[in-house]
Nanobody
Framework: QVQLVESGGGLVQAGDSLRLSCAASARTFSFSSYAMGWFRQAPGKEREFVAAISRSGARTDYTDSVKGRFTISRDNARNTVYLQMNSLKPEDTAVYYC??????????????????????WGQGTQVTVSS
C-alpha cells in the first residue's frame, strides 16, 4: 500500500503561483517504479487529468488548459512529485490530487492520463484562485 500526501494548496489571487508537493511512502516501496500524475476536481465536476510524469521524469504531459503555466517534476531521492502552477486563473480552482501508477514493468517514458489507470491516490489539497 502506497500513501500519498499532498501539500501546498491555498487561497491565491489570479496571476499568482503555487507549488504543490506530493510525498509518497510505503512499507516496501520504490518511488522510481511509479509513474505519477496530478488530477483536479472542481465542485460538481468530474475528476480531470492535469499533468503526468514518467517514472524517470524523462517524459511529461499536460492537459491543454495548463500547458505553458504548470510544470510537473519529481525528485526520486525524496520520493516526491511537484506541480508548479504559475499564472493561476479562477478556473484552476479545485481540489488537486496526486496519484501513483505502478510502472515497474514499463519503460522510463511511460505515463498515464486516465483516472482509472492509477493505483493510489492522495487525499487532495484545495487550491482556490480569486479573481
Amino acid at each position: 500500500q502506497v500513501q500519498l500526501v499532498e501539500s501546498g494548496g491555498g487561497l491565491v489571487q489570479a496571476g499568482d503561483s503555487l507549488r504543490l508537493s506530493c510525498a509518497a511512502s510505503a512499507r516496501t516501496f520504490s518511488f522510481s517504479s511509479y509513474a505519477m500524475g496530478w488530477f483536479r476536481q472542481a465542485p460538481g465536476k468530474e475528476r480531470e487529468f492535469v499533468a503526468a510524469i514518467s517514472r524517470s521524469g524523462a517524459r511529461t504531459d499536460y492537459t491543454d488548459s495548463v500547458k505553458g503555466r504548470f510544470t510537473i517534476s519529481r525528485d526520486n531521492a525524496r520520493n516526491t512529485v511537484y506541480l508548479q502552477m504559475n499564472s493561476l486563473k479562477p478556473e484552476d480552482t479545485a481540489v488537486y490530487y496526486c496519484a501513483a501508477r505502478d510502472a515497474y514493468y514499463r519503460d522510463n517514458y511511460y505515463y498515464a492520463t486516465g483516472v482509472k489507470q492509477y493505483d493510489y491516490w492522495g487525499q487532495g489539497t484545495q487550491v482556490t484562485v480569486s479573481s
